[in-house]
């Protein structure tokens, strides 16, 4: 059995709060008008008609991890959820086995993304690329035997800006085919994101010009229409029961963005906004092949790993099909290159654009971009040795604390990191805000998904994150919003979170 560094987290149970819950009923296809407070403190208290609400249900309409959905067929060789189907619809069906070697190829060179050097990690060739052509009987890559397992899919309908619906996702997680049978506890702690654009021209294949324009009123009215009527067909989802006609129906939804040639507009025809990748465990993987596994009994080999893991930390990285129809590295989204941290320009940048920031409007220059987000962390281990401090983005001379924040962890490393409530060493999967899942184990969910205090890491103000929380609050209002359009403003309902990513 392959040893492998990690922690194992106790099972975190995606809980429904009790929030305030708008709905509708569905019966003989007519809509019955939703009751509750609504956005009271945005939309002035006004509140909504009185008829009977059905609550949001979460774990059906916007984080679904339940087992039956993500070991269904579907999910398997060539399905509609599986990795190589998704990987097909990104190349565009042109040679997909060798548009993904060129993808995991990334790690296996040094790249350069806008101006910087990011580090080859090669062990990406001893953990998926090998095996998986092993498990394939040869050269090729059988996408049918992709080494990924789907974790969960997600409605980000709470993505939206002006001219789209959000995203909707699907989550892999790698699995180990050198360990046929999950022996080892741990899993490989690797994840892959799909994240596909729900653009206009794909619900119901309305187009109108200039459907982008924010100051265009009978537009937006079109434009929240669309969105309002997305938000219901995932809400109806809530009603059902898991089970085939629950799966028969989200297909019918994840077909609209996932499927190939779901978006003419963009490369390949291919919906993708960006695919994403969060790992440590090619770095765990080239610190076993160089000092085995780590033994406290050792203290020098034991120093040795964690130095590793510290001078290769977690990282995140981000791809976009290109114009040449490849996946290529790009800069991650809202986040600043590591060598900004500290400096007079972060200040300057949080100072300058506070009243942005605050409300989550801000936009990152691209000369700020980073290429990758190594979060440093991974190697702090009193025991060894290792002192390897957690990454917090502050600068002297910012002037505004709460700006700090929200600019913080609106980067990926900030969202994933101490910000979000981790607080102690991220060798194992907290790291993750969904987590790695044997093949009959449904994936576990971060505190920062599911809901925690947290303090913050340079004042120490507490301040309640629960992301699920925020997601449900916006389906309800999305919902609300549908029955009573003259109560809410609908710039604020077009864009609620215009600088969230993750």
Same mark, same amino acid.
């Given at each position: 059995?392959?040893?492998?560094?990690?922690?194992?987290?106790?099972?975190?149970?995606?809980?429904?709060?009790?929030?305030?819950?708008?709905?509708?009923?569905?019966?003989?296809?007519?809509?019955?008008?939703?009751?509750?407070?609504?956005?009271?403190?945005?939309?002035?208290?006004?509140?909504?008609?009185?008829?009977?609400?059905?609550?949001?249900?979460?774990?059906?309409?916007?984080?679904?991890?339940?087992?039956?959905?993500?070991?269904?067929?579907?999910?398997?060789?060539?399905?509609?959820?599986?990795?190589?189907?998704?990987?097909?619809?990104?190349?565009?069906?042109?040679?997909?086995?060798?548009?993904?070697?060129?993808?995991?190829?990334?790690?296996?060179?040094?790249?350069?993304?806008?101006?910087?050097?990011?580090?080859?990690?090669?062990?990406?060739?001893?953990?998926?690329?090998?095996?998986?052509?092993?498990?394939?009987?040869?050269?090729?890559?059988?996408?049918?035997?992709?080494?990924?397992?789907?974790?969960?899919?997600?409605?980000? +309908? #709470? &993505? %939206?800006?002006?001219?789209?619906?959000?995203?909707? /996702?699907?989550? *892999?997680? $790698? +699995? #180990? &085919? %050198?360990?046929?049978?999950?022996?080892?506890?741990? /899993?490989?702690? *690797?994840? $892959?994101?799909?994240?596909?654009?729900?653009?206009?021209?794909?619900?119901?294949?309305?187009?109108?010009?200039?459907?982008?324009?924010?100051?265009?009123?009978?537009?937006?009215?079109?434009?929240?229409?669309?969105?309002?009527?997305?938000?219901?067909?995932?809400?109806?989802?809530?009603?059902?029961?898991?089970?085939?006609?629950?799966?028969?129906?989200?297909?019918?939804?994840?077909?609209?963005?996932?499927?190939?040639?779901?978006?003419?507009?963009?490369?390949?025809?291919?919906?993708?906004?960006?695919?994403?990748?969060?790992?440590?465990?090619?770095?765990?993987?080239?610190?076993?092949?160089?000092?085995?596994?780590?033994?406290?009994?050792?203290?020098?080999?034991?120093?040795?790993?964690?130095?590793?893991?510290?001078?290769?930390?977690?990282?995140?990285?981000?791809?976009?099909?290109?114009?040449?129809?490849?996946?290529?590295?790009?800069?991650?989204?809202?986040?600043?290159?590591?060598?900004?941290?500290?400096?007079?320009?972060?200040?300057?940048?949080?100072?300058?654009?506070?009243?942005?920031?605050?409300?989550?409007?801000?936009?990152?220059?691209?000369?700020?971009?980073?290429?990758?987000?190594?979060?440093?962390?991974?190697?702090?281990?009193?025991?060894?040795?290792?002192?390897?401090?957690?990454?917090?983005?502050?600068?002297?001379?910012?002037?505004?604390?709460?700006?700090?924040?929200?600019?913080?962890?609106?980067?990926?490393?900030?969202?994933?990191?101490?910000?979000?409530?981790?607080?102690?060493?991220?060798?194992?999967?907290?790291?993750?805000?969904?987590?790695?899942?044997?093949?009959?184990?449904?994936?576990?969910?971060?505190?920062?998904?599911?809901?925690?205090?947290?303090?913050?890491?340079?004042?120490?103000?507490?301040?309640?994150?629960?992301?699920?929380?925020?997601?449900?609050?916006?389906?309800?209002?999305?919902?609300?919003?549908?029955?009573?359009?003259?109560?809410?403003?609908?710039?604020?309902?077009?864009?609620?979170?215009?600088?969230?990513?993750?």
């Amino acid at each position: 059995m392959r040893s492998r560094i990690g922690s194992v987290v106790s099972a975190v149970v995606l809980a429904t709060t009790a929030l305030s819950l708008v709905g509708c009923n569905l019966k003989a296809g007519n809509l019955i008008a939703p009751s509750g407070a609504g956005r009271e403190a945005q939309a002035g208290g006004k509140g909504f008609a009185p008829g009977e609400p059905t609550p949001v249900s979460p774990e059906k309409e916007l984080i679904i991890t339940d087992l039956s959905v993500v070991n269904d067929k579907r999910a398997k060789g060539m399905g509609p959820w599986s990795f190589g189907t998704l990987m097909e619809g990104l190349s565009g069906g042109k040679n997909t086995e060798q548009f993904v070697l060129n993808w995991l190829n990334e790690w296996n060179k040094d790249v350069v993304v806008n101006g910087q050097k990011i580090p080859a990690r090669k062990a990406i060739q001893s953990l998926i690329i090998d095996p998986w052509k092993q498990a394939s009987g040869g050269k090729r890559l059988d996408m049918s035997k992709a080494p990924f397992r789907l974790l969960a899919i997600t409605n980000r +309908v #709470d &993505l %939206r800006k002006v001219g789209n619906a959000g995203e909707g /996702r699907l989550v *892999f997680g $790698v +699995v #180990d &085919l %050198r360990d046929p049978n999950e022996q080892s506890p741990l /899993r490989p702690l *690797f994840t $892959v994101i799909f994240e596909y654009g729900v653009d206009f021209n794909m619900l119901g294949g309305m187009k109108y010009d200039r459907m982008d324009d924010p100051n265009n009123k009978q537009l937006a009215k079109i434009r929240m229409g669309l969105v309002t009527d997305w938000a219901m067909r995932w809400h109806k989802l809530g009603t059902m029961p898991f089970g085939p006609q629950y799966n028969a129906e989200l297909q019918k939804l994840t077909d609209v963005f996932a499927r190939g040639g779901a978006n003419r507009n963009k490369p390949n025809g291919s919906a993708l906004n960006q695919l994403r990748t969060n790992e440590i465990e090619l770095s765990t993987q080239e610190a076993i092949a160089k000092f085995g596994p780590p033994n406290p009994a050792d203290p020098v080999n034991f120093a040795k790993f964690f130095q590793h893991l510290k001078d290769n930390p977690w990282e995140m990285r981000e791809f976009h099909v290109s114009r040449s129809g490849q996946l290529a590295s790009a800069t991650m989204a809202l986040t600043p290159s590591l060598a900004m941290n500290g400096s007079s320009k972060l200040a300057d940048y949080i100072n300058r654009n506070e009243r942005d920031i605050l409300q989550e409007e801000h936009v990152l220059p691209v000369s700020m971009l980073a290429g990758s987000a190594p979060v440093p962390g991974a190697g702090n281990f009193p025991p060894a040795g290792i002192n390897d401090p957690f990454l917090v983005w502050n600068a002297p001379g910012i002037r505004n604390p709460e700006a700090r924040f929200k600019f913080a962890l609106n980067t990926c490393s900030g969202c994933h990191m101490i910000e979000a409530g981790l607080n102690k060493s991220v060798i194992g999967e907290d790291f993750l805000q969904i987590r790695p899942r044997k093949a009959n184990e449904p994936s576990t969910l971060s505190p920062f998904l599911t809901g925690q205090d947290v303090p913050d890491p340079v004042t120490g103000q507490v301040r309640r994150l629960d992301d699920i929380g925020r997601r449900v609050n916006d389906m309800n209002q999305l919902i609300g919003y549908s029955y009573n359009r003259d109560l809410v403003p609908t710039r604020q309902m077009e864009m609620p979170f215009p600088s969230r990513v993750h």
